[in-house]
């Protein structure tokens, strides 16, 4: 949990079926605080850079640009090992705080984002093909942080 917005966000992976592009990774981070979703980005590839997409668009959300965070905020994830990641996280100033493998239960929020997300939009939508999805699923982020309830 987090007492404050900007105070601790979470990240995490997850995979969504995209018709002709077939699986596709989705990368999402959240405010633990406000349960906004920061940033995300979805690719065909799991690679670092799906990770270090989601976390720049949630860099420009935040501050309206790529900069340095200037309090300190802690990033919960699984451990994102590829030196671009990490590299990224220290130029921003932000503190990476790491989940155990395996236990989701350490990254509930996010975990239960990705549960909301599937089921109120990706198993409701036949994606034709990963530009689909994008398009579907920035709609249903837009709801998820303006219009519904947390």
């Not at 920061?38 to 799991?46: E, I, M, P, Y």
């Not at 919960?76 to 671009?84: E, K």
């Not at 921003?92 to 989940?99: A, H, K, R, V």
């Amino acid at each position: 949990m987090a007492a404050e917005p900007n105070q601790r966000w979470a990240t995490d992976l997850c995979r969504i079926w995209a018709g002709k592009d077939g699986w596709c990774h989705l990368a999402l981070v959240i405010d633990c605080c406000t349960r906004e979703l920061l940033g995300w980005h979805l690719s065909r590839s799991g690679k670092s850079k799906t990770v270090v997409s989601a976390l720049e668009h949630a860099l420009i959300s935040h501050s309206g640009c790529l900069d340095r965070v200037p309090q300190r905020v802690l990033l919960r994830s699984l451990v994102f090992i590829n030196r671009s990641y990490t590299a990224l996280v220290k130029s921003y100033c932000l503190q990476q705080e790491f989940i155990t493998p395996y236990t989701p239960e350490q990254n509930e929020m996010v975990e239960r984002v990705i549960s909301i997300l599937k089921k109120q939009c990706a198993h409701r939508h036949r994606f034709e093909s990963l530009a689909h999805a994008s398009r579907v699923i920035a709609d249903w982020i837009g709801f998820y942080n303006h219009r519904r309830p947390h």
